[in-house]
């Protein structure tokens, strides 16, 4: 079995910074693409940045220069850095990655983690 876990989420003040991390494991062979998403209430879910199994990297213009996506492939890691936080960046933040189960399949299956509060506010 897989299961992504996503500690870091907690209350911050407006400005402040966060780290979010998401944390794959179980049978895992190889982890391609990582993401990051969001949902506030009452609004549609948001695709906040993603990251390829290469490193390269794409954010939503809401969080361009202040949120950064990283990895760390040796401990099935992925991380978003959260720098100048406003309210309006209060969610529920969720990471998913596609996932090649090891001795199953080559074909990659996205997992979701159960997501994080993140709630910024004085």
């Known amino acids: 079995q897989v299961r992504l876990v996503e500690p870091g989420g907690g209350l911050v003040q407006p400005g402040g910074s966060l780290r979010l991390s998401c944390v794959a494991s179980?049978?895992?062979?190889?982890?391609?693409?990582m993401t990051w998403s969001r949902q506030a209430p009452g609004k549609q879910r948001e695709l906040v940045a993603t990251?390829?199994?290469?490193?390269?990297?794409n954010y939503a213009d809401s969080v361009k220069g202040r949120f950064t996506i990283s990895r760390d492939n040796a401990k099935k890691t992925v991380y978003l850095q959260m720098n100048r936080l406003e309210p309006e960046d209060t969610a529920v933040y969720c990471c998913?990655?596609?996932?090649?189960?090891?001795?199953?399949?080559?074909?990659?299956?996205?997992?979701w983690g159960q997501g994080t509060q993140v709630t910024v506010s004085s």
């Open positions: 998913n990655a596609d996932i090649m189960r090891l001795g199953v399949s080559l074909k990659p299956v996205t997992y």
């Open positions: 179980g049978s895992i062979f190889r982890v391609n693409g």
């Open positions: 990251i390829t199994s290469g490193g390269i990297t």
